[in-house]
């Protein structure tokens, strides 16, 4: 059955936002929680008057989050959070904030939550991010049976940081770095297609309690992307290796920063492969055909 309301915390960022603009051409009606709803008054353009509400919310403050679920059939978790701030920490908002929305929506008696994760998401590893993941979705899954975990790996598409922020450098830095050897290999996934997978979820009652791994048609390394964006800005630059260990001395360094343009815990990500594993469901099991970066890239880099 068809969700009528569908509550979608993040729902004003980078995914968070197609996500809204699929389920409002289906019919469906939105609430978007997130901190500053002032600012994610654009969205209420994509649905007809009335049919995306804005509401205050902070994942941290349970409170709040009670206030947002409150007559949603569906709940999506979409709330991002990259750089850890004082109290704003990976375990506060991937972990408790989690927490926080799955139980709430359990309370509010919601058929449904997407819990959006990330590939490779693990309560074991070394690196907090993907720890906080990890320890993320055994607290969703605990608080609320039957939740559906997307994992995607990096999300591409107009707006988005990864392709975005290389191509910045290949325009205006005479060399371009690589973290390492440029081996780690990624499977990008077009946000498109995550925000199709959200909607063909609520659509599909089978799909509860499953875990889905999105990622793109193709499997590159990081070297090999980096390029693909020099073809697309048609720029010639270097390719310079850098071992990761010059990598996690800068990082160090940029820990004083308030705002630093790299973290330590971003260098550790780019050591491991991030690409689907296998052992669960994909795009394809949901009827997705994923959109390989060839195609899209063209649409917003030039
Ligand atoms: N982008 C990628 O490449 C990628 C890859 C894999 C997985 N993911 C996952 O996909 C999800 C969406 O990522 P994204 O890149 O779209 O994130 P994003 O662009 O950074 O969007 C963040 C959203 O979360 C809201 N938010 C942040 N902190 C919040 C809090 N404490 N309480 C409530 N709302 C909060 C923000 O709005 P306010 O600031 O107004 O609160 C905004 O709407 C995340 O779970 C992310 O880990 C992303």
């Known amino acids: ?6 509550t979608v915390f993040g729902g ?26 002032e600012r994610a008054s654009f969205l209420q353009r994509f649905g007809r008057d009335g049919q995306i509400e804005l509401a205050h919310a902070d994942v941290w403050d349970e409170s709040t989050v009670a206030q947002a679920v409150k007559r949603s059939d569906s709940v999506i978790n979409a709330v991002g959070h ?13 972990g408790q904030g989690a927490l926080h929305v799955a139980r709430q929506a359990r309370q509010a008696g919601a058929d449904r939550l997407i819990h959006i994760s990330g590939l490779g998401a693990d309560p074991a590893s070394d690196s907090p991010y993907v720890r906080a993941r990890g320890i993320g979705e055994v607290l969703v899954g605990e608080a609320f049976e039957g939740v559906t975990i997307l994992r ?9 940081s990864f392709f975005n922020t290389l191509a910045g450098m290949a325009r205006q830095a005479p060399v371009l770095p690589l973290f390492g050897r440029g081996r780690t290999k990624l499977q990008p996934v077009f946000v498109g297609n995550v925000a199709e997978a959200c909607v063909k979820v609520l659509a599909d009652p089978s799909t509860k309690g499953e875990v889905y791994e999105l990622g793109g048609p193709r499997v590159y390394t990081y070297k090999a992307l980096v390029r693909l964006v020099l073809e697309q800005v048609d720029r010639r ?4 290796p850098i071992p990761f260990l010059v990598w996690d001395t800068l990082a160090a360094f940029m820990a004083v920063l308030p705002n630093p343009p790299l973290t330590r815990d971003q260098v550790k990500l780019m050591k491991r492969d991030n690409v689907i594993e296998g052992t669960v469901s994909t795009l394809e099991d949901l009827g997705v055909a994923p959109v390989a970066v060839e195609e899209i890239l063209p649409t917003y880099i030039e």
């Open 237 to 240: 630059r270097a390719l310079v």
């Open 82 to 94: 990259y750089v850890e701030k004082g109290p704003a920490t990976f375990d506060a908002i991937h």
């Open 12 to 37: 004003s960022g980078f995914l968070g936002r197609r996500i809204v603009k699929c389920l409002a051409a289906e019919g469906t009606e939105v609430c978007v929680g997130v901190r500053h709803p």
């Open 1 to 6: 059955m068809a969700s009528k309301r569908v």
């Open 152 to 160: 995607p790996g990096v999300i591409f598409g107009a707006g988005d």
